[in-house]
């Protein structure tokens, strides 16, 4: 509470993160970023409980912190006003916080798993009793995970590595890439190969984001944990890790430090050595990139980068690169967030709220007649696609297709 | 020339005005309380929140130490409600005298106070933010006092039972025959004029300006004037009041207070109770003296500094360099004997904690003048029945939670959680004039924003009732009282705020072209 | 590599940024929040008082306006239409006759532009209007409003609190939060059925800025059709929709220009000692994951003063440049700095680097200190432009000046 407090200092109460709250925007049950964070911060004691303010309705976004022009970690703060003891979460969060548990359970059963989830009784039934809204976006299981597809690529060890000339990096590919979309993955390695890196897959769990975004800290910490002990060895030699999606990488370069408590030395190392896919190739291969002639797609489309990847600072690297694409007619999104922020628009309570605050958003897509929607974030993808019946794409899809590797 | 007749004046409505009209009240007596301003606007209001154990002058003054404790117990029962019980941590740092401990727990035990040893891990757990350069620490039952919520209750109270409060009159002059006093000439200055007030007995309880009221009969009190300046941290750092097991010196107490955290004070001496103006060196000084207790606090947010004036009685008139020789403990004045001036007491100095006690010597004596036998009953009589419980600062927070269909309530000022309707129950009260008056009663405005959106706000509900002109200039000065208790802290995220609320009232609402001239 | 890299997303940040993609140049935008517009009034302030160009000649040669000079001005003027015509968000006024727009205090601001929906019936002495608040709408009082309108001489026959169908909202309401209400065309039908009987005999009508965030003139010309009476707009309190409005406009048209726009993360200047003339390289940024250079061929400087970070204010009475450390000029006693009312002019205002003709932060001896890199905006010394009423006059000039610096 300390750290907040040093935090809180910085607060004018100008207002300019309510102004760009998504959530407070669509809903007067959210009292805004600032009156729950610095705000009520100076209200709080160790030996008494603030009553509720409303807090859960934050769907942690990150826009706050963002816009603010006085550093103040404000989503921070009302990020960790969340935690809860475990008792205290609802089993329908424990649930959805584990995507690598479902996914390791259901994958056992794929053709009936997916089956039954696009099942309307179950579906309804899910929301009757665990409060999943039966208009969740609860995505397909692929047939094979991509760790088993790609098992020749795992390295537990640096060691394996050391006659390697090429560039090296270390693939983290996530929940969604394993168990939903492993083709994000395929050609994720395919176009860092084609740019002349070595890519293999280091030893890792899922990255505890959804864990800590529904307050169970003490779980997320474990997987943190759990990351850095697997990653560290690879991280000493100076390898760097790259991930496809947003939330993954922001959890390793911030939110273990900045949300979990995990500040060391091998946090530290693994937040500096951590980059989005399009940071990395755009920083460290401009000319490799730049060198190939794409092939023009002819389309237009709408990109909107997720909240997540705004949150890491670096501005949006893809935009960058899908500019250069002929034929390619690109619209940006202005939202700020397209409304499920991860697990927060599966919840029943939650999705009239979150589809508000993407309406804007999918009304764009449709009026503007885009063929298809790119963001880097899966949630993101699946949630636009589900309002708009729009294909939704990772945008290194896209640029897969332009240096003809599909 | 208007008239009324009363048995008991009491000039001045800060504590000591408060408490003695309260005691006499109880024991019957007809009383009327007239103050130049509203409630505990002189040193009562301008202090630093103290509820003390009596360990701070456990060694250095037994008797007061003594006093305090057993008016700690006794608040504690009548005014729960205006008291945060934070308790109270002595710590001896590893530089000061390590043998003033052994002396100090010696002279706590004597006097009664209950002390507890903590252990490093215990202090740790209880205050992270504390240094670690600590060599012994121990928990007494100090506590946070909130001297609005208390007062201001306590005037409630006092007109529940006939009592009579006149706020904004101002003492002009005294009509005195046969050496006796049996007027008081006060002026209204809502009214605009002037009222005879005739009174068997006057009290002056005016604290500063105690040789100032007594001038008015001719008398000469010697007093001295001390200043003290508290500065204000945004953010409670430690949720314990603080304290330096060593002799007392200045700045080496941190207090809780609402929502912010207060370090004080310094003992400047002074020519008069109007020198309020702080140097910037005493600000350096206290964050300094902080910082020897919470590393890292001179580099936090300083919402704003103030000063309050300690009167003290110096019958030796000696002219010292530090006021902290002269006495501190409370003066009760028979003008009678000491100045031939009959019907006119004097009773000033002391602390908050012992306020009631100084009640209580003060309406012993008058009752005796009355021939009243009754005894003093404000030990036990509970001057809010309603509110029982001590004052939890979480609580604050469910002034948010009002919501349902029936919800037309709103936050005024956001930063203290101050609604429209404790506005609006405290313009219902009849205490205040001025937003500055609501300020003290509600806290508006006394957070880091320092009144930039909830000023204009808590004063459109003036210009509801008011002329446009009153309440502007009112808003105006308002305003100009917050910028001036930040000057001296106009650094970092201060001077950011102070730059903010400029922008807003001088280009968002361009308040400055409706002053013209005046500006 | 970039050819402009722009430090500061405010309105100078961000006028800068697309003046340069103008010409063709490829520009970066790098800004650790949003700049001030959320807590303007969203319009173009060049002069306050009296007739512009008059004043501008009688300037010190060291006020930002005559070291940008007039051409800078006129041409950011011209380019501000531009931009704001393509994105159906127009203003009105011109510079030799002053528009006179109410505050929501009941003050009387003078602008130079304003939007629309601001300015477009405008208030005139003889001619009545009503004032009118929305329920939940927490700072907006017509009462206070039209009384201060008053003692200035205008006539409020009419103030009214008008209701929002629904249900009762949970919490005090922002203009935001009203805005998204108006965003909806049959919500906007809903609200005006409302309204429409209770405006009987209304005809200028001064509402709180509430009609719309995104296409704010589609919503505002809406609204207006549907009540029959002649609207305008007052500014409210933070978050202040006209500045956002304006805010929204320039970030979109950045955006499609292709500027890379990158939030969130504080820059640190880094200095080129590679060649021998004094050259900045870039800046640093601190983002989420640790530090990523970004090097550029010239950087402008929009940082703003000691409001948003420009310039820090430490605790031992100095005041710092925040990206580059370079020298302010400024008063060291700090009793200086700070005048004992809010109303009264304050020296701290006019803190700031000193600059040259070409916008070039300079030193003692008027030498610019680095050849690459500009300033422009509040971060400037010399003006106090909330007496003068001059901001974002100031922040498109010097702008303006300072890209074609850059890029000559």
Redesign the interface.
């Given at each position: 509470m300390i750290r907040d407090f040093l935090a809180a200092d910085q607060c004018l109460k100008c207002n300019i993160c309510t102004a760009s709250c998504p959530v407070a925007k669509v809903t007067d049950l959210f009292l805004g970023p600032k009156a729950v964070g610095p705000q009520i911060l100076r209200f709080r004691h160790p030996d008494y409980a603030l009553p509720n303010v409303g807090e859960e309705w934050c769907s942690s976004c990150g826009t706050c912190s963002l816009v603010c022009p006085h550093d103040v970690p404000v989503a921070e703060m009302i990020a960790r006003m969340k935690e809860r003891p475990t008792r205290k979460v609802p089993w329908r969060d424990r649930i959805i916080s584990r995507p690598e548990v479902i996914g390791r359970f259901a994958s056992r059963i794929t053709p009936l798993a997916n089956s039954l989830l696009k099942s309307p009784r179950l579906r309804s039934a899910l929301e009757k009793y665990l409060g999943i809204s039966s208009k969740a976006i609860l995505p397909a299981l692929a047939r094979t995970n991509f760790k088993k597809a790609l098992r020749e690529y795992y390295v537990r060890t640096p060691n394996r590595l050391e006659e390697i000339s090429r560039l090296t990096v270390g693939y983290f590919h996530g929940c969604s890439t394993n168990y939903f979309e492993p083709r994000i993955g395929e050609l994720a390695i395919a176009i860092l190969e084609r740019l002349g890196l070595y890519v293999f897959l280091p030893p890792q769990v899922c990255c505890g984001l959804p864990l800590q975004s529904n307050g169970l800290f003490d779980a997320a910490r474990k997987l943190a944990t759990q990351n850095i002990k697997y990653l560290e060895p690879f991280l000493r030699e100076r390898i760097p890790i790259i991930g496809t999606s947003p939330s993954c990488t922001l959890a390793f370069k911030h939110n273990y430090r900045a949300i979990l408590g995990i500040d060391t030395e091998e946090s530290r190392l693994l937040a500096n050595s951590t980059y989005d896919f399009f940071e990395f190739i755009l920083h460290f291969m401009p000319d490799e990139l730049f060198r190939i002639k794409f092939r023009g797609v002819a389309a237009r489309a709408l990109y909107h980068p997720p909240c997540q990847l705004r949150s890491h600072g670096i501005g949006t690297p893809a935009l960058t690169i899908l500019r250069e694409i002929p034929e390619l007619e690109l619209e940006v999104s202005e939202s700020a967030c397209c409304g499920t922020a991860g697990t927060y628009g599966m919840k029943s309570e939650r999705y009239e709220v979150a589809y508000s605050v993407g309406e804007n958003l999918f009304r764009k897509a449709i009026t503007m007649d885009a063929d298809f929607i790119m963001s880097d974030s899966e949630t993101c993808r699946w949630w636009i696609s589900k309002h708009t019946n729009l294909p939704a794409y990772h945008p290194l899809e896209i640029l897969a297709r332009s240096m003809g590797i599909v | 020339m208007p008239s009324l007749s009363t048995e008991l004046l009491v000039v001045g409505a800060g504590a000591t005005g408060l408490g003695i009209a309260w005691d006499a009240c109880l024991r019957g007596l007809k009383v009327v309380v007239v103050d130049q301003s509203g409630i505990a606007q002189g040193t009562s209001g301008r202090y630093h929140g103290l509820l003390h154990s009596g360990g701070r002058y456990a060694v250095s003054d037994p008797d007061t130490a003594r006093e305090c404790a057993a008016e700690n117990a006794i608040l504690r029962r009548i005014a729960p409600h205006a008291i945060e019980d934070t308790g109270g941590l002595y710590v001896s740092l590893d530089t000061d005298p390590p043998d003033y401990v052994p002396e100090w727990f010696g002279a706590c035990q004597a006097i009664g106070i209950d002390v507890d040893r903590l252990s490093h891990e215990d202090v740790r757990r209880r205050e992270?933010?504390l240094t670690t350069d600590i060599s012994q620490a121990f928990l007494l039952n100090d506590g946070a006092l909130d001297s609005f919520d208390l007062l201001r209750s306590l005037a409630g109270s006092i007109r529940q039972i006939g009592g009579q409060i006149w706020l904004h009159h101002q003492l002009r002059g005294f009509v005195i025959e046969n050496n006796r006093i049996v007027a008081a000439q006060v002026f209204s200055e809502i009214e605009q004029d002037t009222i005879l007030i005739g009174a068997d007995i006057v009290v002056n309880s005016t604290g500063p300006w105690a040789d100032q009221i007594a001038a008015l009969a001719d008398i000469h009190i010697p007093i001295t004037h001390s200043r003290g300046t508290l500065v204000a941290i945004?953010?409670?750092?430690t949720?314990t009041v603080i304290h330096r097991c060593r002799p007392p010196k200045d700045g080496d107490a941190i207090v809780p207070n609402w929502?912010?955290m207060v370090i004080g004070t310094t003992d400047i001496p002074v020519a008069s109770a109007e020198e309020l103006s702080i140097d910037?060196a005493e600000i350096d000084f206290l964050l300094h003296q902080g910082e020897e207790l919470i590393p890292g606090v001179?580099?936090?947010?300083a919402l704003r500094a103030w000063s309050g004036i300690r009167p003290l009685y110096n019958p030796g008139q000696r002219n010292s360099d530090t006021t902290r020789d002269v006495s501190r403990s409370h003066v009760l004045i028979n003008h009678a004997v000491t100045d031939g001036i009959s019907g006119f007491l004097s009773v000033f100095g002391g602390k908050l904690t012992t306020f009631r006690l100084m009640a209580e010597y003060a309406v012993d004596f008058v009752a005796k003048e009355f021939d009243i036998a009754d005894e003093c009953s404000t030990k036990s009589v509970p001057i809010d029945p309603q509110r029982k419980n001590y004052f939890?600062?979480?609580?604050?927070?469910?002034r948010?939670?009002q919501?349902?269909?029936?919800?037309?309530d709103?936050?005024i000022c956001?930063?203290e959680?101050v609604t429209r309707s404790q506005i609006e129950a405290a313009l219902q009260s009849g205490n205040h004039s001025s937003l500055d008056d609501l300020r003290r009663e509600t806290r508006l405005g006394m957070?880091?924003?320092q009144a930039?959106?909830c000023a204009?706000?808590a004063?459109?509900m003036a210009?509801?009732s008011d002329e446009?002109?009153n309440?502007?200039s009112d808003l105006?000065s308002f305003?100009?009282r917050r910028?001036?208790g930040t000057?001296p802290l106009?650094?970092?995220?201060s001077?950011?705020?102070?730059?903010?609320?400029?922008?807003?009232?001088?280009?968002?609402?361009?308040?400055?072209?409706?002053?013209g001239d005046d500006? | 590599m970039t050819d402009v890299l722009v430090i500061g997303a405010g309105f100078c940040g961000l006028y800068a940024a697309i003046a340069a993609s103008k010409r063709n140049a490829r520009v970066t935008l790098v800004a650790s929040g949003h700049g001030g517009l959320s807590i303007s009034h969203g319009c173009i302030d060049v002069w306050s008082s009296s007739a512009p160009s008059r004043a501008l000649s009688r300037l010190k040669k060291t006020h930002p306006y005559r070291l940008a000079g007039k051409d800078a001005l006129n041409t950011a003027l011209e380019t501000l239409d531009l931009i704001s015509h393509d994105a159906d968000y127009p203003f009105i006024g011109t510079l030799s006759k002053p528009t006179i727009l109410p505050t929501a205090f009941g003050a009387i601001h003078t602008t130079a532009y304003a939007p629309l929906s601001l300015a477009q019936t405008g208030i005139q002495k003889n001619i009545p209007i009503s004032i009118a608040s929305i329920a939940g709408l927490r700072d907006f009082f017509p009462t206070l409003l039209s009384k201060n309108l008053e003692m200035n001489g205008y006539t409020v026959r009419r103030t009214m609190q008008l209701p929002l169908p629904g249900p009762v909202p949970q919490r005090d309401l922002y203009a935001t939060d009203i805005a998204q209400r108006f965003a909806d065309s049959s919500n906007r039908e809903r609200i005006s059925r409302l309204w429409r009987p209770r405006l009987a005999g209304v005809d200028r009508l001064g509402l709180p800025a509430v009609l719309g965030l995104h296409h704010s003139q589609r919503v505002f010309r809406s609204v207006q059709d549907l009540l029959g009476v002649e609207l305008f707009e007052i500014p409210t309190p933070p978050p202040s929709l006209p500045g956002l409005r304006l805010e929204n406009m320039l970030s979109d048209t950045a955006i499609k220009m292709g500027v890379d726009i990158i939030l969130g993360s504080p820059a640190a200047g880094r200095i080129d000692h590679s060649g021998k003339n004094k050259r900045v390289s870039g800046v640093s940024l601190q983002t989420a994951g640790g530090e990523q250079n970004l090097d550029a061929h010239s950087v402008i400087l929009a940082t703003g003063g000691l409001l948003h970070g420009g310039l820090v204010a430490g605790r031992n009475g100095n005041i710092v440049e925040s990206v580059f450390n370079l020298p302010v000029e400024y008063a060291e006693s700090h009793q200086e700095w700070l005048k004992p009312s809010p109303f009264d002019e304050q020296p701290y205002e006019k803190y700031g680097l000193l600059v040259n003709s070409r916008m070039q932060p300079i030193d003692l001896h008027g030498d610019p200190i680095f050849e690459n890199l500009f300033a422009a905006g509040g971060i400037i010394a010399g003006a106090d432009r909330q007496i003068e009423g001059s901001r974002q006059g100031i922040d498109i000039a010097t702008a303006q000046r300072a890209v074609e610096a850059a890029l000559e």
């Open positions: - | 992270p933010s945004a953010n409670r750092l949720h929502s912010a910037p001179s580099n936090r947010r939890i600062l979480p609580s604050r927070a469910e948010l939670n919501t349902g269909e029936e919800r037309n709103s936050v956001e930063c959680i957070g880091p924003c930039g959106f204009v706000r004063s459109a210009y509801a446009a002109q309440a502007l105006v305003i100009e910028w001036r000057l106009a650094w970092g995220p001077m950011r705020q102070m730059a903010f609320t400029r922008r807003l009232y001088l280009e968002l609402l361009d308040i400055q072209q409706l002053l500006s | -």
